[in-house]
């Protein structure tokens, strides 16, 4: 029997694709306006940010295109110009405790340009009258600066393209105040628009560009600092891919597949809040003055937790975080947890806020279409402590000066976990199965000599105590040293040399 063959996604054939469960489009996508000049073809943009906006242009909101530019040299855009720039976003997991499904043909991109080979089409973009935003993700290594002039065809770095693409935007309007544009970047660090400016300024200085156009860069256009947050797991296996095919009847190059969770918190006014009308269709979407209480949210709720959980999940025998979640006491213990860092978040946050944040972490722990290994999470595991649980714990012993219990049994299990990691030559790696795993963390060589050296009965203090470690003793926080060493024992009962994998989680 042959075989039944599906048709390409494109703008052709989308009237042909009639899957049920599919969202095709029924607006009249190819009359919309661009509106956005986007930097970067990477799967979190086009499953957050182009999503947000497919979806609001959908509901006759936002009812604006994107253009894409393509930074970097490898690859080409052939596979966009084969689908009239169409792809297929898929949405897989828990939420609100219920599994749920949702797939979505995205109509958002207008065209995808290559900065090496049209960026004479991009520079013409900039004199479209109908352009309002720019959004990057460029990954954090994009956002620094690279002192070149703007007049190569193109510049190499993202912020020496942005400021090409301002200043031939600028001559274009003669300067006019309305012309200046809503510059979104999503590169994960704090601050990254202001980072993205100041690199702007400095290259307008560098490239000697008048005092006119200075004033126009800073206040004719606003640089908004913002938040993303999603897992888009990209395309799907090979497998995976097939079945897509053989139940929906059509082949897509483009497919990727998400989480239904999604967060972009945007630093903006009301003026930023009017352009940026896609907010309205999607609460995962907030436009406000300060983003710091999302960020804080995230940093301690989802990344801390994270972080004080993974020793535990991983000696106990999991290998993935979402079996580990379905494990009663392992959810119990995250629910604990969470419940405890909420009282100490080192910033003001809405209670009730927080409280919904932690739901939708433990929905985003349970998704079982996302196989996140725990040994991922601990790598550098000890400037995540650093950064994402010391302030915490800080903030804890401020408030209540007592042992933050649950904080205290991740600890635990996080020096635990340090003490079954061998060193090989230079490398080191902790066992898993009889299947070494490679540790990466600046700081393991002095964990495991402590290991190695210490008294096991007081180990908890000669670890917690060092400056070198944690850049201050916190064997000063009153009780914290003989909770972690109490909770130590309680885990290994008792033996903790040699203990490993099939620790108790009780």
Not at 138 to 156: A, D, H, K, R
Not at 236 to 264: C, H, R, T
Not at 372 to 378: E, L, N, R, T, V
Not at 395 to 410: F, R, S, W
Request: include cysteine.
């Amino acid at each position: 029997m042959d075989s039944v063959q599906t048709i390409k996604l494109s703008n052709n054939t989308l009237p042909e694709i009639n899957s049920t469960g599919i969202t095709v489009p029924v607006i009249d996508y190819l009359k919309l306006p661009v509106k956005v000049l986007q930097f970067g073809t990477g799967v979190l943009l086009r499953g957050l940010t182009d999503h947000v906006i497919d979806t609001a242009n959908r509901n006759g909101i936002f009812n604006g295109r994107i253009i894409v530019v393509k930074s970097t040299n490898t690859g080409g855009t052939d596979a966009f110009a084969n689908q009239d720039n169409l792809y297929t976003l898929q949405m897989k997991g828990i939420k609100n405790s219920q599994l749920t499904e949702e797939t979505v043909i995205n109509t958002s991109i207008s065209n995808v340009l290559s900065a090496a080979d049209e960026w004479g089409a991009i520079l013409k973009e900039a004199e479209n009258p109908e352009l309002k935003i720019v959004i990057s993700n460029t990954t954090e290594v994009g956002l620094q600066l690279v002192e070149e002039n703007i007049n190569q065809q193109p510049p190499s770095s993202f912020p020496a393209k942005l400021l090409a693409v301002l200043h031939h935007r600028y001559k274009n309007f003669n300067g006019s105040t309305d012309s200046g544009l809503v510059i979104i970047p999503t590169e994960l660090l704090p601050d990254n628009a202001t980072i993205l400016k100041s690199i702007i300024n400095q290259l307008i200085a560098f490239n000697k560009l008048d005092d006119k156009f200075k004033k126009w860069i800073n206040e004719s256009n606003y640089f908004c600092n913002s938040l993303v947050d999603r897992i888009v797991t990209g395309r799907p296996s090979a497998q995976e891919q097939q079945q897509f095919e053989d139940k929906n009847g059509y082949k897509d190059d483009l497919l990727i597949v998400s989480e239904p969770y999604l967060l972009w918190a945007i630093e903006g006014n009301d003026t930023v809040k009017s352009i940026l009308s896609f907010e309205q269709t999607s609460d995962g979407v907030v436009v406000i003055p300060d983003i710091g209480m999302h960020r804080e949210l995230k940093l301690r709720l989802l990344n801390g937790t994270h972080t004080l959980s993974c020793a535990l999940a991983f000696l106990t025998g999991f290998e993935h975080v979402n079996t580990a979640t379905e494990n009663a006491a392992f959810a119990a213990f995250l629910q604990s947890l969470m419940a405890e860092i909420r009282t100490a978040i080192p910033y003001p946050v809405d209670s009730k806020l927080a409280e919904d944040f932690s739901n939708s972490v433990l929905d985003r722990f349970r998704n079982p279409y996302i196989q996140h290994q725990w040994i991922a999470i601990a790598q550098q595991y000890t400037t995540k402590i650093n950064t994402r649980v010391l302030p915490i714990l800080k903030q804890y012993y401020k408030l209540y000066n007592t042992v933050p219990e649950y904080i205290a049994k991740g600890f635990a299990a996080y020096l635990l976990f340090a003490g079954t990691v061998k060193k090989e030559g230079n490398e080191f790696y902790s066992l898993y199965k009889n299947e070494k795993y490679p540790v990466k963390d600046e700081k393991i060589g002095l964990l495991v000599a402590k290991w190695a050296n210490g008294p096991l009965e007081n180990i908890a203090k000669e670890i917690l105590s060092s400056v070198e470690i944690w850049g201050k003793d916190l064997t000063i926080l009153p009780g914290f040293a003989d909770a972690v060493q109490t909770y130590l024992a309680k885990l290994t009962n008792g033996n903790l040399k040699g203990a490993g994998n099939g620790i108790t989680l009780s």
